[in-house]
């Protein structure tokens, strides 16, 4: 992730978000150092990222908000609370000895929407351009071959489809609009861990649709996010004119453009984040695609619960191991009881090693989640 002073340094100057439909301020979450526009009114709460800090508000000048344009497109939130429920509960059954706190219902009273940003570019080209365009055809041909059983030689008609290449070159012009490209540095590890967003369900943007809603600032300037937008319309650019050629197939397309009007606009995606607490009262993020509802988060086992669970197994123990004792003192009356006794010895040593089974569950549990991914999408 660039430092703040970098990301300042490409951001232009702004001062306002009226055109927002809202009067939001700055926010930065020293910890995570996350940058949100937040309602005024909503600068005490935790930082919705990493739930260990609450959030700043960046004094006007310090940082100039990067966009100050309302965003163009919002993908609205569309998975419904049971189907969150289900995601959750799914999420937590993974986890042997589960912290108590994490129930759908707490998880779910602590739900905070979240809206990332993503570049949309619109942007006039005129290029040159050369490619070999393919157009399929069929050849016909005869194969013969023998079979004793029906007289000798026969032949039979087979077809087979072809590509016919050439090449070609052309002038082309066009306008492309909201061609998407990453704003956030870490938009490559969201898209792992939680899957793509359907950007094809898209509305335009009003003021409602991000009521109640923290929206991350973009931490990555166009300069660098028009890097990743050219493939994309390279890739427009091939699919035209091949279009154009009326051909079927087209490769080895190169071109020679030249951009200009270059607008940047915004597109926030939807993200609910939540908490839950483990067993030491730490707050450990979770985070739920706004579309499909695939959950992303550290899962932590509770060592208390463990450690519960194996001191019952060890109260066991000791109260077979009792009755066993008993057994064996009254084998003295009848001597048949010392068999059982005898063997109630062995269930109880059994069962007080089968004790360290919870705790060696939680610790191995725990440790391989810290050596697998990050808790946060940095
Ligand atoms: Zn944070």
Known sequence: MPDRESDLDNFKIYSNTSSWGRDYVAAVCEDCDWNFLILPDLQ??????????????????????????????????????ESMDDGIEKFSS??????????????????????LPMWLVDTE????????????????????HYDDHRGGWSSREVEEGRIRWEPRLGRLGRN???????????????KQEM?????????EYQVKEIENSFVRLPNRDTKDAWVEATPAIQTAAAEECRQAAGADHIRQFSWKPQYSNNNWTLMLLPLYTTYYLDAEKVAQPVFIHGQTGQIMGVRRASMKRGQRMSLIILVIAVLIFLLSIILAVASVALPILLVIGVLGFAIALLTAAGAVVPIAMVWQFN????????????
């Not at 004094?59 to 965003?71: D, F, H, I, K």
């Not at 899957?195 to 509305?203: D, S, T």
């Not at 440790?367 to 940095?378: D, E, L, M, V």
């Open 44 to 81: 005490t709460v935790h930082c919705p990222h990493c739930y260990k800090s609450t959030l700043k508000s960046i004094p006007e000048g310090e940082m100039e908000l990067p966009y100050s344009r309302a965003p163009e497109l919002v993908v609205p939130f569309q998975i419904t609370l």
């Open 94 to 115: 993974k986890i042997p000895f589960a912290p108590k706190d994490m129930t759908s219902q707490n998880m779910r009273s602590r739900l905070c929407r979240l809206f």
């Open 125 to 144: 080209v005129q290029a040159q351009w050369w490619a070999e365009v393919g157009s399929n055809y069929k050849v016909v041909s005869h194969q013969a």
């Open 176 to 190: 492309y609009h909201n061609i998407s490209t990453p704003a956030l540095e870490e938009d490559m590890i969201i």
């Open 195 to 203: 899957g793509a967003f359907k950007l094809g369900e898209a509305v």
């Open 367 to 378: 440790r391989r989640q810290k050596a697998g991914r990050s808790p946060y999408f940095t």
